[in-house]
């Protein structure tokens, strides 16, 4: 079903109309409705063959988010209310498996808004997205954000920015500085003193150089004069000077993985932890220290095949940064630095920019005691899983 629902072509979306009508029972039509949205997820419904809509409504429709980018005024009503309310934390611990079903459903209904962009849901995923008791929810809500044009946006979430976690504050910098209006709101707000000028680390600094907007090119400027980053020579002072350190061991691997969750592991995984947007460094040649210490410092000198970045500029003035997640004919799914998945239909984009340089920021031993970096590179160098109970 859902190979055929991608293509697109009228022959195909035939065939899966005709699996529809054919299917045995209602539970073989609601897989194939599984099929059929994950093949259309960020692309519009409209042109569908009459034969498909009609085995689709006489399917029951498919969940509450097909029914929605549908656009069916009264699944939209239902959606609104259903991400509206904020569920209570659960006294059972046996409800935690429903609970964590109906936190993925919400999640789910929250990104098909940002897709469909209905009247009347920019209040609401505003409202999660301050307010919001679940970090996931409210990532969610601040990506799907991003797909509307209100000017209002960006100084509804700078009023809640210093509030925010490291992690939902980081996919707030990534709605703030896809337009130019809400860049110019971020950057004015450093200007006037209400943000902290270490708020934005460098690499999101870079991010508003792609923004045309001469104010803001002139904010940035006065701001950050300097925004090329070390020099190779820079680069090879800083590898010479922590390479001793790194390779002479005896650190504290325990130690180590603490500080690796906390920088490293926000992008790539080791032995099955940590995120999923840099390359897995579990089957890396990790004990070659230096090769590691020279990627960590110089990220730009070795990218690897399938994490290059690119900056899309879409017809209605976005800007998304990020790698190529999945793409077919018609959409393009762009993940960001803060691990946020964007999908963008084909027919908006207006640019695709590949760039040389790495997204993965610059310096990040720089803040770390020389303690830090040999437990870190302890930790690196295992070549298995610790075992906590040993700890």
């Known amino acids: 079903m859902q190979r055929f629902s991608q293509t697109g072509v009228r022959n195909d979306l035939l065939v899966a109309a005709d699996l529809l009508a054919k299917a045995p029972s209602a539970e073989h039509k609601k897989e194939l409705l599984k099929g059929f949205e994950a093949a259309f997820k960020g692309r519009p419904l409209s042109g569908l063959p009459d034969e498909l809509v009609k085995q689709i409504t006489e399917a029951g429709g498919g969940s509450l988010a097909l029914r929605v980018r549908q656009k069916d005024a009264a699944a939209i009503d239902e959606a609104l209310k259903l991400v509206a309310v904020e569920p209570k934390a659960p006294a059972d611990p046996k409800q935690k498996a429903a609970d964590e079903e109906t936190k993925t459903r919400r999640i789910e209904i929250v990104q098909t808004l940002g897709e469909v962009q209905p009247a009347g849901s920019v209040p609401v995923l505003l409202a999660l997205a301050k307010t919001s008791t679940d970090n996931d929810v409210?990532?969610?809500?601040?990506?799907?954000?991003?797909?509307?044009?209100?000017?209002?946006?960006?100084?509804?979430?700078?009023?809640?920015?210093?509030?925010?976690?490291?992690?939902?504050?980081?996919?707030?910098?990534?709605?703030?500085?896809?337009?130019?209006?809400?860049?110019?709101?971020?950057?004015?707000?450093?200007?006037?003193?209400?943000?902290?000028?270490?708020?934005?680390?460098?690499?999101?600094?870079?991010?508003?150089?792609?923004?045309?907007?001469?104010?803001?090119?002139?904010?940035?400027?006065?701001?950050?004069?300097?925004?090329?980053?070390?020099?190779?020579?820079?680069m090879q002072e800083q590898i010479a000077r922590f390479a001793p350190v790194a390779k002479s061991g005896g650190g504290i691997p325990f130690e180590g993985k603490k500080i690796f969750m906390q920088s490293c592991g926000k992008c790539h995984l080791l032995f099955g932890e940590g995120g999923r947007i840099g390359p897995d460094l579990t089957t890396f040649k990790r004990d070659d220290v230096q090769h590691i210490l020279t990627n960590v410092i110089n990220p730009s000198a070795e990218i690897r095949e399938g994490f290059e970045a690119i900056v899309v500029v879409t017809n209605d003035g976005r800007t998304v940064t990020g790698f190529r997640a999945d793409q077919d004919a018609r959409v393009l799914v762009v993940r960001g630095i803060d691990g946020q998945n964007i999908t963008i239909s084909r027919d908006d984009i207006e640019e695709i920019v590949p760039q040389k340089k790495s997204l993965m920021p610059e310096g990040l031993l720089n803040t770390l005691t020389d303690e830090q970096v040999r437990n870190l590179f302890t930790y690196l160098r295992v070549g298995q899983p610790l075992n906590t109970e040993m700890r």
């Open 138 to 234: 409210r990532a969610a809500s601040l990506t799907s954000l991003l797909g509307y044009k209100d000017d209002a946006i960006g100084s509804e979430v700078l009023s809640v920015f210093s509030s925010l976690t490291d992690d939902v504050r980081s996919v707030a910098l990534t709605l703030l500085t896809s337009r130019p209006v809400w860049a110019r709101q971020l950057v004015e707000a450093i200007d006037a003193g209400t943000l902290k000028h270490e708020a934005l680390p460098m690499d999101v600094v870079r991010k508003l150089t792609f923004l045309k907007d001469d104010k803001l090119a002139t904010l940035v400027k006065k701001h950050w004069p300097k925004l090329e980053g070390a020099s190779t020579v820079e």
